[in-house]
């Protein structure tokens, strides 16, 4: 783990960086907004990279909120906190998985048009959001784990743009549906490497 993992004090002090406190405000805020524009999207466009998208902007402005509940806390409250991430973003890997093995059997062709415009926006937010985060990536396992949704986000967005090319060169669903897979398997992820941190952060304390 880097330096900012190794002492309560230390790590406590950057984990309430007011600076860092405002950027996951901003990064509350707009994913709490673009949730509600993607679901609309796309349950409009029957898109399912799109809705697991929005479910992830959901869960990531509630990890936001749980960041901000205890930054400046003891690193073992933080790690706690960092634990409860990781179950919640593997709770959302698996349920994408399930919705997309179940878009395979049931699933129509999604509007391409509307997956481009709306990937394309939230593409541009993440990135902001990740741009924000990057010279917090490397601290305790609850910074880390919110770099690791924003990064993650970000790649999410790039495959959902890839996927409304691929429904709009093919006239199918699959696109789409593989799309969800890598969100669910991204988010799978994430969760093994936010889990092993705090269980680090765990045992140090």
């Given at each position: 783990m880097g330096k900012?993992?190794?002492?309560?004090?230390?790590?406590?002090?950057?984990?309430?960086?007011?600076?860092?406190?405002?950027?996951?405000?901003?990064?509350?805020?707009l994913n709490a907004i673009m949730f509600g524009v993607e679901i609309v999207a796309g349950i409009a466009a029957d898109s399912r990279a799109l809705q697991a998208d929005a479910l992830d902007f959901l869960g990531d402005a509630a990890n936001y909120a749980i960041s901000l509940g205890v930054a400046g806390m003891a690193l073992v409250w933080r790690a706690r906190a960092a634990l409860v991430k990781a179950a919640t973003m593997l709770a959302f890997g698996l349920w994408v998985l399930g919705s997309a093995i179940w878009g395979f059997f049931v699933g129509a062709s999604p509007d391409p048009g509307t997956m481009g415009a709306i990937g394309s926006l939230a593409l541009a937010v993440n990135l902001a959001v990740a741009a924000m985060l990057f010279r917090y990536r490397s601290g305790d396992a609850n910074m880390r784990s919110v770099w690791i949704c924003s990064r993650n986000d970000a790649i999410g967005n790039i495959a959902v743009l890839a996927a409304a090319i691929g429904v709009f060169g093919t006239g199918r669903a699959w696109p789409d549906l593989v799309v969800a897979s890598i969100m669910a398997g991204l988010a799978v992820w994430g969760s093994a490497e936010v889990f092993k941190q705090a269980r680090g952060e765990l045992r140090s304390t």
């Open positions: 900012t993992c190794c002492g309560p004090d230390e790590a406590g002090a950057n984990n309430n960086d007011p600076t860092w406190r405002r950027i996951l405000w901003i990064a509350l805020g």
